[in-house]
C-alpha cells in the first residue's frame, strides 16, 4: 500500500488512504506499532459495501509518516516513567489525527480505533467533541491502573529483542500474533505473515517507532477523569479472550464515558480476525446509522 501524505501541524506528516470518496466519512485509528494496512482490506471493503468513505493512516512513528529521531525509552525508563524531554504523548497524536481531518477538508467524522488507535479516538472525542459524530473503541482502556493491562506472558513478548531483519520480524508477529489472537477463531498464519511483511517493507525495523509510541500512552496516565468529557455517541467493543489488553480495560471504558454501551465480542482477543468482520460491521453500522438518526433529530438553537 503506498498513498498520499498530509501535513497535519508542528511539523507532522500523515500517510493515508481514503476508500470509498462520498460515502459517510469514518476514520479508522490503528493501534500501537500497527501501520494503516492492519485495519484489513477485506474489513474495509465491506464498510464501503455499506456506504461508508473510509480513511487509514499511519500514525506518527510508523510507516510513511513522520518518524521521530530522538531514542526510545529503555526497559529502565519505562519502569521509571523516565521519558525524553521530546516524548510526545496522547494528546499530541489525537492532534495529528484532526489535523487530518482538516486537510481533508472534513469538519468531523466518525471515530473507530483499536487499542492505541481506541486511546487516540477517545482523547480527540474528549478534547474536540464537535470533530466526532461518533466513537467506537475497540479493544482499549483507559489508562487506569491495574486495568486493562497486558498479560505477563504478553508483556515478555512485547520486550523481547528486537527482530534485526525482515524475517525475524515476520517471525517474531507471528509468535506474538498466535499469543494475543482470538482463541475462538482461526488464527490465519498466512495473514500475519503477509502483513508482517507489508509493515516491514513499508518501515524497516519498526522497534524504535513502537517503543515511542508505547511511552506516549504510559506517559498520558491515567485518562478517566478525562473521558468524562466525552459527549458522542459511544460503543465500546472488547473481547473476552484478550491477553494484550485485559477485558477489565474495555468495562473501564464504558463505565468512564457517560451512555456508553459495551459490547463483549466472545472468542476475540486482540486482533480482527475475518470470522469477527461480519459481526463488527454490523455492530459499527448499527452504531453509526443510530448516532445519525440522533444528531437528525436532537433540537437544532
Known amino acids: 500500500m503506498s498513498g498520499p501524505s498530509v501535513e497535519v501541524g508542528h511539523g507532522v506528516t500523515l500517510a493515508y488512504e481514503r476508500l470509498g470518496a462520498g460515502g459517510v466519512p469514518v476514520v479508522l485509528v490503528a493501534g500501537l506499532g500497527q501501520q494503516s494496512h492492519d485495519w484489513p482490506d477485506g474489513l474495509c471493503a465491506l464498510l464501503v459495501a455499506r456506504g461508508y468513505q473510509v480513511i487509514r493512516f499511519d500514525n506518527r512513528d510508523v510507516g510513511h509518516s513522520t518518524h ?102 515476520i517471525d517474531l508477529a507471528v509468535r506474538m500474533y498466535r499469543h494475543i489472537s482470538s482463541a475462538g477463531y482461526p488464527f490465519d498464519e498466512s495473514a500475519v505473515r ?33 473521558l468524562s468529557a466525552v459527549t458522542a455517541p459511544t460503543l465500546v467493543l472488547h473481547g473476552d479472550r484478550d491477553l494484550m489488553v485485559a477485558p477489565t480495560g474495555g468495562a473501564a471504558t464504558a463505565n468512564s464515558i457517560a451512555g456508553a454501551r459495551l459490547r463483549i465480542l466472545p472468542g476475540m482477543g486482540h486482533d480482527l480476525p475475518a470470522g469477527v468482520w461480519p459481526t463488527l460491521v454490523d455492530l459499527l453500522d448499527d452504531h453509526i446509522r443510530t448516532s445519525q438518526t440522533r444528531s437528525a433529530d436532537a433540537p437544532h438553537s
Open 68 to 169: 521521530f529521531g530522538f531514542p526510545p525509552p529503555g526497559p529502565v525508563d519505562f519502569l521509571r516513567r523516565h521519558w525524553h524531554h521530546d516524548q510526545y504523548d496522547l494528546a499530541d497524536m489525537a492532534a495529528d489525527t484532526v489535523g487530518l481531518l482538516d486537510a481533508l477538508g472534513l469538519p468531523s467524522a466518525h471515530l473507530i480505533g483499536m487499542s492505541l488507535g481506541g486511546m487516540i479516538a477517545q482523547t480527540i472525542a474528549a478534547r474536540y467533541p464537535a470533530r466526532v459524530d461518533s466513537l467506537t473503541s475497540i479493544m482499549s482502556t483507559t489508562g487506569a491502573a491495574r486495568l486493562g493491562r497486558p498479560a505477563w506472558s504478553t508483556w515478555r513478548l512485547m520486550f523481547s529483542r528486537p527482530a534485526r531483519n525482515r524475517a525475524e520480524h
Open 194 to 226: 503477509a502483513a508482517a511483511a507489508t509493515t516491514w517493507d513499508r518501515d524497516p525495523a519498526p522497534a524504535r517507532g513502537v517503543g515511542r509510541q508505547l511511552a506516549g500512552i504510559l506517559k498520558s496516565g491515567d485518562r478517566t477523569r478525562e
